[in-house]
């Protein structure tokens, strides 16, 4: 889609999406500028080179609104920024606390008021994920953009920080003056991206409930950076958007596409090993935050995405193990 834009805004610059989706936007010579913003120093940003003035970056805690003010009428202002993608989101779902929330939901929050009062800023693209949506054996497999989101009570606050950002945009929605698109991307498989299953992975056996073997939907992050990208450009059109993967397995098959042995083991001993791996280890999975989704179907329904974004999967998750197509 060729499309001119003065300037992009890209948070989250230096994790895996941040950083491909910046190297694709600066690809596009219909962009002028990148904006890029991360939490790193410069000199510890891997930023791709060659690309002069058009690419800036800026170390800045979005968490505080007064340097997310500093930011937008700052060099944002002197770029022509037209579109923000904003994907950063605290990606430890063992950390909680005031400052998470501030990075989760504040940053969001400060970017929509002070957008909305901007001089050039005509567009918030927010990367939203899956597990904001409710998991239940009496809810449908197939989940569409007006499945329930997930309220419970006691939810994590992983759980209820996404939910909560999640919220904060679309409620805005018809109401700002700016174009607001919420993508609900699938898990990303991959490191560095918050991803629970890959977290599940990185052990010498991935235990899961005896008796289940759900159907899982997994994104690779090149078509997470694709529905971005797409999403930026796509002016005068705003809502929600489910964003699925390529691939759709069971749970057994990704941990046997991903090299590791799979067991089944009552939902007892589970939680008990995982809770213990996470005090001793440090790992981030919790069985009990997934205990629902590693029981039941959930499978993101991508038709608006398709047809109002022209986003479909691409790019298979890189597995390390190949046995003929994931999905069989």
């Known amino acids: ?13 230096t994790t895996p999406i941040g950083e491909r989706l910046i190297r694709r ?14 939490l790193e120093p410069e000199d510890e940003a891997p930023l791709p080179q060659g690309y002069g003035d058009r690419l800036t970056y800026v170390s800045v805690d979005l968490g505080r609104s007064r340097r997310v003010r500093n930011l937008l009428f700052g060099v944002a202002k002197e770029l022509g920024v037209e579109v923000v993608i904003h994907t ?5 779902a063992k950390d909680s606390g005031g400052r998470v929330h501030a990075q989760n939901v504040d940053a969001l929050r400060s970017l929509l008021d002070l957008g909305e009062r901007h001089p050039t800023i005509r567009r918030l693209v927010f990367k939203s994920h899956a597990e904001v949506y409710q998991v239940k054996h009496d809810l449908p497999i197939l989940v569409t953009e007006d499945h329930p989101l997930n309220m419970t009570s006691g939810s994590p606050q992983w759980i209820r920080d996404r939910v ?21 991307c699938a898990e990303v ?15 010498s056996v991935a235990l899961r409930p ?12 090149d078509d997470a950076v694709l529905a971005l990208e797409l999403a930026a450009k796509a002016f005068g059109v705003q809502g929600v958007f489910n964003i699925p993967g390529k691939d759709t397995l069971p749970l057994s ?29 440090g ?3 919790s069985y009990g935050m997934n205990l629902r989704r590693f029981h039941f179907c959930s499978v993101l329904d991508g038709t608006r995405a398709r047809q109002v974004l022209g986003f479909e999967p691409q790019t298979p998750v890189d597995w390390p193990i190949t046995t003929g197509d994931p999905a069989g």
């Open 253 to 281: 098959s990704i941990s046997r596409q991903w090299g590791v042995p799979g067991m089944p083991v009552p939902g007892v001993l589970a939680s008990a090993f995982y809770r213990t791996r996470r005090r001793l280890r």
């Open 210 to 221: 005896v008796g289940f073997d759900p159907m899982t939907n997994v994104l690779s992050v």
């Open 88 to 92: 950063s989101m605290h990606r430890d």
């Open 189 to 203: 498989l991959a490191p560095g991206c918050g991803s629970q299953i890959w977290d599940w992975l990185d052990a």
């Open 164 to 184: 909560e950002a999640d919220l904060t945009a679309c409620a805005r929605m018809g109401l700002s003056s700016l174009e607001i698109a919420v993508l609900r």
């Open 283 to 285: 790992h981030d999975f």
């Open 25 to 38: 936007l600066l690809e596009d010579e219909g962009i002028e500028s990148v904006l890029a913003v991360g």
């Open 1 to 13: 889609m060729s499309v001119y834009i003065q300037g992009v805004m890209v948070t989250g610059a």
